[in-house]
T-cell receptor, first 113, second 116 residues
């Protein structure tokens, strides 16, 4: 059974700081991994999707890496802004026919002005 | 980008009534949609996988007669909470995936259900 862990559970940083969020998973047989952000009381917004054959994806100030063999992914946020404050979740989709995605609990990020 | 619209965003109903939540993919066709429930400070709990034109696949412990799912078209899935009770109060979120093996999941904005 796939288990997804996100560390830290919460993080508070001053504005402008670069930061790294971690996601680890127990079963390396994945199809892809996706990072989301969730604002309070809202749904999830897709940030980056990394296919199992890829090592990283970038979008603006965000960079996500994937090391499938070690079961790890990181989300790097450069020059953090107060608007980045949200909960960040990673989700792992398994390889094979079954489509069930496993989510981590998330890292709650607060960027202090 | 791909947009998933979920409606309503909030609903308050009385115990014993039924509530329908709609999930629409606005600019893509979704053969598969997913319904989740989220509890405070917990991860998303998959309730069921909805496939267009066929019966939904429910996760263990989810009552299919209580949570009715209909996926009548490639752009619309509905979740009906029947005979709602206060313990059904929660945040319900749908997601959809476009056709194509490596497509990402896209989520609606969720529905906050409060049963009084």
């Amino acid at each position: 059974k796939q288990e997804v862990t996100q560390i830290p559970a919460a993080l508070s940083v001053p504005e402008g700081e670069n930061l790294v969020l971690n996601c680890s998973f127990t079963d390396s047989a994945i199809y892809n991994l996706q990072w989301f952000r969730q604002d309070p009381g809202k749904g999830l917004t897709s940030l980056l999707l990394i296919q199992s054959s890829q090592r990283e994806q970038t979008s603006g100030r965000l960079n996500a890496s994937l090391d499938k063999s070690s079961g790890r992914s990181t989300l790097y946020i450069a020059a953090s802004q107060p608007g980045d404050s949200a909960t960040y979740l990673c989700a792992v989709r398994p390889s094979g026919g079954y489509q069930k995605v496993t989510f981590g609990i998330g890292t709650k990020l607060q960027v202090i002005p | 980008g791909a947009v998933v619209s979920q409606h309503p965003s909030r609903v308050i109903c009385k115990s014993g009534t039924s509530v329908k939540i709609e999930c629409r993919s606005l600019d893509f066709q979704a053969t598969t949609m997913f319904w989740y429930r989220q509890f405070p400070k917990q991860s998303l709990m998959l309730m069921a996988t909805s496939n267009e034109g066929s019966k939904a696949t429910y996760e263990q412990g989810v009552e299919k007669d209580k949570f009715l799912i209909n996926h009548a078209s490639l752009t619309l899935s509905t979740l009906t909470v029947t005979s709602a009770h206060p313990e059904d109060s929660s945040f319900y979120i749908c997601s959809a995936r476009a056709q194509g093996g490596g497509s990402p999941l896209h989520f609606g904005n969720g529905t906050r259900l409060t049963v009084t």
